[in-house]
């Protein structure tokens, strides 16, 4: 079983910019990876998912065009670039490993999933 850990939330004004990390114990080279976020009171929500290569991503409405999924399979490490933020990305964000492809990760369950970390975006 894959651990992961997230890295990098915090306050921004928005506008900013941030990059969210999740770090996995042991190879993360066979699992998709990606993140989810869930805002107080609100739906947990699909952000985005990166293939077991790195070579396929899906992003959920609200990333699309703003935040980049990308992996780095030497570090064990999965980055959330997030742009142009605003005060509706105000939210936890958790990262998870299950699948292979981007159509796995989207269409399973459960998986590895992390504390998740707070990302807080300023008017």
């Known amino acids: 079983q894959v651990q992961v850990i997230e890295s990098g939330g915090g306050l921004v004004q928005s506008g900013g910019s941030l990059r969210l990390s999740c770090t996995a114990s042991?190879?993360?080279?066979?699992?998709?990876m990606g993140w989810f976020r869930q805002a107080p009171g609100k739906e947990r929500e699909f952000v985005a998912a990166?293939?077991?290569?790195?070579?396929?991503?899906y992003y959920g409405d609200s990333a699309k065009g703003r935040f980049t999924i990308s992996r780095d399979g030497t570090k064990n490490t999965m980055y959330l670039q997030m742009n142009s933020l605003q005060p509706e990305d105000t939210a936890r964000y958790s990262c998870?490993?299950?699948?292979?492809?981007?159509?796995?990760?989207?269409?399973?369950?459960?998986?590895?999933w992390g504390q998740g970390i707070q990302v807080t975006v300023s008017s």
């Open positions: 998870v490993a299950r699948g292979q492809s981007t159509t796995d990760f989207i269409q399973s369950v459960g998986g590895s």
């Open positions: 042991g190879s993360t080279q066979s699992y998709a």
């Open positions: 990166i293939n077991w290569s790195g070579h396929s991503t």
